[in-house]
């Protein structure tokens, strides 16, 4: 038998992010069948501004899914045996930033700790100053180089990232010649006049400033802390990037839940009517009349306290973050379905109207059959719909809640945690601004490029609602 | 209209009994009273003399729904869901863990949460208003686009950070302002200054978007056409038509969150230190009072539906089309 170098490990909310992914992938793939879905998706990669959102919010999507793959490493000494920490793919790809802590909190790029230190010097005298970091720029000997050897890193990088963008300007070239059977030069005119069907200008451009950003972040990484530190010294921009997969988490597996009970409930609503549109009617009535977060912070505390009374059922710290995170996005789930189940409910009254579906169910075609092949094919856009538009809201309800105390677990590294943190740190004298600018700027990162997204892809679908002319 | 009034507020007392039994079940049955004292007392060393004893205290010493050892009617009052869910029907909330009476503190707690919600309502409205009209004014023109996208980014800013920024810069950076407070009276005015601000502005994004729709749709219609046609400047089609028109779907929106008022803001309170009900709510939250969460999300939810009732009376009153039967 040989033994595994790593042991995998899968977190239920692994899990569920994977299952997303994987449902999503196929609901799209199924779309494509669907000529006024297709013709969406044409409208959306013409549109500049979606096409740049889509390239932003690649970068989360990977990470959160790197974030998502967990194992246990071999021991070194013992074979067979692994050891008791869970690490996931992401973890070992930042080791270096993860490791590289300091004592306590430091600024951006800087070479010297925030707080002073009381040293002995070699004459015995005893002075109170501001001690050189273990790692963030100890390769200095001379402080005062700290500028040219960051503009000495940045250069390369910035040559890095153009290359990338020249690199994939390139492809896409190529792949526009090959397709319109046009010269190369022609070709390349086109892209830089932005009068290509799919808006690849605005993609290139957008890939461009992610790669420089990425190159530059990473330059400066290997010896510096670009982002700060935090008080008990990790890395800033190391806890930015794990925050992006329970943000990213919040914001898709909530849907999980939310979309199936929707979907069920509001068809079988609107298709059936009679009683089960009066009781479903009556238990999102029931529901939508609890204020959100009083609901959402009902159940969460019920949570705790089941959780408190069996702590013997949730081993480790991990598992327990992770079942509270779980958790969490189920009861997000539980009251997030109501808006889109009124939707379909309506949408399903207006199409059991319809004469294709009345000639169905004159052929004597079964209820289910019907559901299935001629209702839920006109709903799909829908349910697309909502589920872009609720993920930032869901998102930036994490940061709420979290704040509140009903959120993800205090151990659980995410942007309402570091926002609640950083809260008092601005308080202080000087001010700690780094923490909540690095939240601030993730988050932004996430949500902006997901409601420009949800924005275009409702012009797209729904021409009415959008207000554009 | 009497009737129809009178059947929709019989159709809110199921609703009302539905939210009863939900919180209910979540207090309760998913969890025993027993868990609720031990996470009183700490979970520590905590004996089966202890638990009763707290129990007794606060009033958790009963069957949930039905008491077989009682006589006649008290078979079913001397129960937890009648003393401590059903009474809230009657408005009767109860004590917190802590022996206050829920519904003084409640009374008390309205006036700082009426005091910071009602003008940041009309201050916001007006705002997001004006705002749209001018960006409707403009429709069509880069500068459109560029205040629609600026409209986009300020939703996808979490409340905390404008909240977390204004109290900063404005207070601690610009000494314009105090940080947070509280003082009733007219001296007490200047504490209103940062939550309405941030109130107002963090609303702009979603307002303005909100608001732009419903007069770009209103400013499509036939009689725009007309009113244009016959020569009336763009400002007047907008001031005098438009905005009338478009005066019916705000107001009943407007209407339908009045009752939510008392509620208070959430964050809002618990950031400026306003002793409302919105504080109120997040302290119970976080010391784990259940009695008076669930007197919040009652009266939550009595507030929500009485917003719709108002709603559906503003409608007749605001659009004689309008008939309810």
Same mark, same amino acid.
């Given at each position: 038998m040989t033994a595994w170098p790593v042991q995998p490990v899968v977190l239920t909310t692994d899990l569920m992010l994977w299952l997303i992914v994987a449902a999503a992938s196929g609901l799209l793939w199924r779309a494509r069948a669907t000529p006024r879905l297709r013709a969406a998706f044409g409208q959306l990669a013409r549109r500049p501004v979606a096409m740049a959102s889509l390239v932003f919010l690649a970068p989360y999507v990977a990470v959160a899914l790197l974030d998502s793959l967990h194992f246990r490493p071999a021991l070194a000494d013992t074979p067979g045996a692994y050891g008791p920490a869970v690490e996931s793919v992401l973890d070992r790809l930042l080791t270096p930033l993860r490791e590289r802590t300091e004592k306590t909190y430091s600024a951006p @790029? +800087?070479?010297? &700790?925030?707080a002073r230190e009381t040293v002995t010097a070699d004459d015995g005298s005893v002075k109170r100053v501001f001690p050189r970091l273990a790692?963030?720029?100890?390769? @200095? +000997?001379?402080? &005062?180089a700290r500028g040219t050897d960051i503009a000495r890193r940045l250069l390369p990088a910035l040559a890095v990232g153009l290359a990338v963008g020249a690199a994939l300007s390139g492809l896409v070239c190529w792949r526009l010649a090959r397709r319109s059977g046009l010269p190369l030069r022609a070709a390349a005119g086109r892209l830089l006049r932005g009068?290509?069907?799919?808006?690849?200008r605005s993609a290139l451009l957008a890939a461009t400033l992610l790669a420089v950003t990425v190159a530059a972040v990473a330059a400066l990484a290997t010896a510096y802390h670009v982002l700060g530190t935090d008080k008990v010294g990790q890395d800033v921009l190391y806890l930015s990037l794990k925050s992006i997969r329970t943000g990213v988490i919040i914001g898709s597996a909530s849907?999980?839940?939310?979309l199936p009970l929707a979907v069920l409930l509001g068809t079988a609503a609107g298709y059936f009517g009679g009683r089960v549109d009066d009781l479903v009617q009556y238990l999102y009535a029931t529901l939508n009349a609890v204020p959100g977060v009083l609901l959402i912070a009902a159940a969460v505390l019920t949570l705790d306290l089941y959780m408190d009374q069996h702590v013997?059922?949730?081993?480790?710290v991990q598992q327990r973050a992770d079942l509270r995170l779980t958790a969490l996005c189920l009861i997000l789930g539980a009251t997030g379905w109501i808006g889109l189940c009124r939707l379909l409910r309506g949408e399903a009254l207006k199409l059991r109207e319809l004469e294709y579906v009345q000639s169905a169910r004159a052929l004597g075609q079964t209820q289910w059959r019907i559901v299935t092949r001629h209702l839920w094919p006109n709903l799909t856009h829908l349910v697309l719909l909502t589920a872009v538009i609720d993920f930032s809201g869901l998102v930036l309800a994490e940061a709420v809640l979290s704040y509140v105390g009903?959120?993800?677990?205090?151990g659980t590294v995410s942007w309402g945690n570091m926002i609640n943190t950083a809260r008092l740190e601005l308080a202080r004298e000087p001010a700690v601004w780094w923490s909540l600018a690095a939240a601030f700027t993730f988050m932004l990162g996430l949500v902006l490029p997901a409601n420009l997204l949800a924005d275009a892809l409702r012009d797209a679908l729904d021409p009415r609602q959008g207000g554009k002319h | 209209m009497t009737a129809y009034l009178l059947r929709r507020l019989l159709y809110a007392v199921p609703i009302l009994i539905g939210v009863n039994l939900l919180t209910f079940l979540l207090f309760f049955?998913?969890?025993?009273p027993d868990d609720m004292a031990r996470l009183h007392l700490g979970?520590?060393?905590?004996t089966a003399d202890a638990i009763a004893t707290w129990k007794r205290a606060h009033g958790y010493?009963?069957?949930?729904?039905?008491?077989?050892?009682?006589?006649g009617v008290r078979r079913f009052t001397d129960t937890l869901f009648y003393e401590k869910s059903a009474r809230l029907l009657v408005l009767d909330f109860g004590h917190a863990d802590?022996?206050?009476?829920i519904g003084r503190d409640i009374r008390q707690r309205m006036g700082p949460s009426l005091a910071i919600a009602v003008p940041g309502l009309i201050l916001g409205l007006l705002t997001n208003i004006t705002l749209a009209l001018g960006v409707v004014f403009v429709r069509g023109s880069g500068l459109e686009r560029a205040a629609v996208f600026l409209a986009v980014v300020g939703m996808s800013i979490s409340t905390l950070f404008y909240i977390i920024g204004a109290q900063y810069l404005?207070?601690?950076?610009?000494?314009?302002?105090?940080v947070s407070g509280w003082q009733d009276?007219?001296?007490?005015?200047?504490?209103?200054i940062l939550p309405l601000l941030v109130g107002v502005v963090s609303g702009i994004g979603g307002g303005l978007r909100w608001y732009r729709l419903l007069f770009l749709e209103e400013a499509g219609k036939d009689y725009v056409r007309t009113a244009r046609a016959k020569g009336l400047a763009e400002g007047a089609v907008l001031g005098r038509h438009v905005l009338r028109n478009a005066a019916i779907p705000i107001l009943t929106g407007v209407v339908a969150v009045i009752p939510l008022l008392?509620?208070?803001?959430l964050l809002t309170e618990s950031f400026f230190a306003i002793p409302g009900l919105g504080s109120y709510t997040i302290d119970a939250i976080q010391s784990q009072d259940f009695s008076i969460v669930r007197a919040m999300v009652f009266l939550g939810a009595l507030l929500y539906l009485l917003g719709l009732l108002l709603t559906d009376i503003s409608y007749t009153l605001a659009d004689p089309r309008v008939r309810l039967q």
């Amino acid at each position: 038998m040989t033994a595994w170098p790593v042991q995998p490990v899968v977190l239920t909310t692994d899990l569920m992010l994977w299952l997303i992914v994987a449902a999503a992938s196929g609901l799209l793939w199924r779309a494509r069948a669907t000529p006024r879905l297709r013709a969406a998706f044409g409208q959306l990669a013409r549109r500049p501004v979606a096409m740049a959102s889509l390239v932003f919010l690649a970068p989360y999507v990977a990470v959160a899914l790197l974030d998502s793959l967990h194992f246990r490493p071999a021991l070194a000494d013992t074979p067979g045996a692994y050891g008791p920490a869970v690490e996931s793919v992401l973890d070992r790809l930042l080791t270096p930033l993860r490791e590289r802590t300091e004592k306590t909190y430091s600024a951006p @790029l +800087a070479l010297h &700790s925030f707080a002073r230190e009381t040293v002995t010097a070699d004459d015995g005298s005893v002075k109170r100053v501001f001690p050189r970091l273990a790692h963030g720029g100890a390769h @200095l +000997a001379d402080t &005062s180089a700290r500028g040219t050897d960051i503009a000495r890193r940045l250069l390369p990088a910035l040559a890095v990232g153009l290359a990338v963008g020249a690199a994939l300007s390139g492809l896409v070239c190529w792949r526009l010649a090959r397709r319109s059977g046009l010269p190369l030069r022609a070709a390349a005119g086109r892209l830089l006049r932005g009068d290509t069907d799919t808006a690849w200008r605005s993609a290139l451009l957008a890939a461009t400033l992610l790669a420089v950003t990425v190159a530059a972040v990473a330059a400066l990484a290997t010896a510096y802390h670009v982002l700060g530190t935090d008080k008990v010294g990790q890395d800033v921009l190391y806890l930015s990037l794990k925050s992006i997969r329970t943000g990213v988490i919040i914001g898709s597996a909530s849907l999980l839940l939310a979309l199936p009970l929707a979907v069920l409930l509001g068809t079988a609503a609107g298709y059936f009517g009679g009683r089960v549109d009066d009781l479903v009617q009556y238990l999102y009535a029931t529901l939508n009349a609890v204020p959100g977060v009083l609901l959402i912070a009902a159940a969460v505390l019920t949570l705790d306290l089941y959780m408190d009374q069996h702590v013997a059922a949730f081993a480790g710290v991990q598992q327990r973050a992770d079942l509270r995170l779980t958790a969490l996005c189920l009861i997000l789930g539980a009251t997030g379905w109501i808006g889109l189940c009124r939707l379909l409910r309506g949408e399903a009254l207006k199409l059991r109207e319809l004469e294709y579906v009345q000639s169905a169910r004159a052929l004597g075609q079964t209820q289910w059959r019907i559901v299935t092949r001629h209702l839920w094919p006109n709903l799909t856009h829908l349910v697309l719909l909502t589920a872009v538009i609720d993920f930032s809201g869901l998102v930036l309800a994490e940061a709420v809640l979290s704040y509140v105390g009903v959120g993800v677990d205090p151990g659980t590294v995410s942007w309402g945690n570091m926002i609640n943190t950083a809260r008092l740190e601005l308080a202080r004298e000087p001010a700690v601004w780094w923490s909540l600018a690095a939240a601030f700027t993730f988050m932004l990162g996430l949500v902006l490029p997901a409601n420009l997204l949800a924005d275009a892809l409702r012009d797209a679908l729904d021409p009415r609602q959008g207000g554009k002319h | 209209m009497t009737a129809y009034l009178l059947r929709r507020l019989l159709y809110a007392v199921p609703i009302l009994i539905g939210v009863n039994l939900l919180t209910f079940l979540l207090f309760f049955v998913v969890n025993s009273p027993d868990d609720m004292a031990r996470l009183h007392l700490g979970n520590k060393h905590v004996t089966a003399d202890a638990i009763a004893t707290w129990k007794r205290a606060h009033g958790y010493d009963r069957p949930l729904l039905y008491a077989p050892e009682a006589n006649g009617v008290r078979r079913f009052t001397d129960t937890l869901f009648y003393e401590k869910s059903a009474r809230l029907l009657v408005l009767d909330f109860g004590h917190a863990d802590d022996g206050r009476d829920i519904g003084r503190d409640i009374r008390q707690r309205m006036g700082p949460s009426l005091a910071i919600a009602v003008p940041g309502l009309i201050l916001g409205l007006l705002t997001n208003i004006t705002l749209a009209l001018g960006v409707v004014f403009v429709r069509g023109s880069g500068l459109e686009r560029a205040a629609v996208f600026l409209a986009v980014v300020g939703m996808s800013i979490s409340t905390l950070f404008y909240i977390i920024g204004a109290q900063y810069l404005l207070a601690k950076l610009l000494n314009l302002a105090p940080v947070s407070g509280w003082q009733d009276g007219w001296a007490g005015l200047k504490f209103l200054i940062l939550p309405l601000l941030v109130g107002v502005v963090s609303g702009i994004g979603g307002g303005l978007r909100w608001y732009r729709l419903l007069f770009l749709e209103e400013a499509g219609k036939d009689y725009v056409r007309t009113a244009r046609a016959k020569g009336l400047a763009e400002g007047a089609v907008l001031g005098r038509h438009v905005l009338r028109n478009a005066a019916i779907p705000i107001l009943t929106g407007v209407v339908a969150v009045i009752p939510l008022l008392f509620m208070g803001g959430l964050l809002t309170e618990s950031f400026f230190a306003i002793p409302g009900l919105g504080s109120y709510t997040i302290d119970a939250i976080q010391s784990q009072d259940f009695s008076i969460v669930r007197a919040m999300v009652f009266l939550g939810a009595l507030l929500y539906l009485l917003g719709l009732l108002l709603t559906d009376i503003s409608y007749t009153l605001a659009d004689p089309r309008v008939r309810l039967q």
